[in-house]
T-cell receptor, first 116, second 119 residues
Framework: DSGVTQTPKHLITATGQRVTLRCSPRSGDLSVYWYQQSLDQGLQFLIQ???????AKGNILERFSAQQFPDLHSELNLSSLELGDSALYFC???????????????FGEGSWLTVV | AQTVTQSQPEMSVQEAETVTLSCTYD???????LFWYKQPPSRQMILVIRQEAYKQQNATENRFSVNFQKAAKSFSLKISDSQLGDTAMYFC????????????????FGKGTHLIIQP
């Protein structure tokens, strides 16, 4: 158990809909990352938050957005869903910037999203 | 931008054998961390081993060890006495070390090596 909690584990929704994925980082971790893993196995970095602030943005679509709340949990919002958005969405967390724990990223079990 | 290359899409070995997975990376930075993650059929991402670039000593975790060659930008994973449970996708990953502030791009992953341990 990595200590990173993601909900829901599985989600099936229709095209055009909106969903929210939730993530609770490991206790004490300040950074939250979101990754997308599609069927071709590639892991794409979407976005990072550090202590409530957006830190870095990767290949995140404009239809997607995220935020990190004061209690450090994070949500990834996916809207106007398309079939191609079907993927495994990982949340990961790490500790304080500039520390060893800050540069080790632990992953949650992922949220399977199927768009039909 | 950093890149990570895993040149072996798939490998298969017999149980109890030793296997080495290759990884090369490209960066102009000098302070970074390298990781190997394991993704079994359950799709969970499990941290296997970590190497700090400033350390010359190769990291070891039980049956897993790395051969870190900084000048060659090479970071291979050796699995000794392989077990059936080692069957998984293995991803090599890179992250820049953050001193303070600034942006971070999270981990850059290779495309993975599918390791199959045969009984």
């Amino acid at each position: 158990d990595s200590g990173v909690t993601q909900t829901p584990k599985h989600l099936i929704t229709a095209t055009g809909q909106r969903v929210t994925l939730r993530c609770s980082p490991r206790s004490g971790d300040l950074s939250v990352y979101w990754y997308q893993q599609s069927l071709d196995q590639g892991l794409q970095f979407l976005i990072q938050y550090y202590n409530g602030e957006e830190r870095a943005k990767g290949n995140i679509l404009e239809r997607f957005s995220a935020q990190q709340f004061p209690d450090l949990h994070s949500e990834l919002n996916l809207s106007s869903l398309e079939l191609g958005d079907s993927a495994l969405y990982f949340c990961a967390s790490s500790g304080s910037v500039g520390t060893v724990s800050g540069n080790t990223i632990y992953f949650g079990e992922g949220s399977w999203l199927t768009v039909v | 931008a950093q890149t990570v290359t895993q040149s072996q899409p798939e490998m298969s070995v017999q149980e109890a054998e030793t296997v080495t997975l290759s990884c090369t990376y490209d960066t102009s930075e000098s302070n970074y961390y390298l990781f190997w993650y394991k993704q079994p059929p359950s799709r969970q991402m499990i941290l296997v081993i970590r190497q700090e670039a400033y350390k010359q000593q190769n990291a070891t975790e039980n049956r897993f060890s790395v051969n870190f060659q900084k000048a060659a930008k090479s970071f291979s994973l050796k699995i000794s006495d392989s077990q059936l449970g080692d069957t998984a996708m293995y991803f090599c990953a890179f992250i820049l070390f953050e001193y303070s502030g600034g942006g971070a791009d999270g981990l850059t992953f290779g495309k993975g090596t599918h390791l199959i341990i045969q009984p």
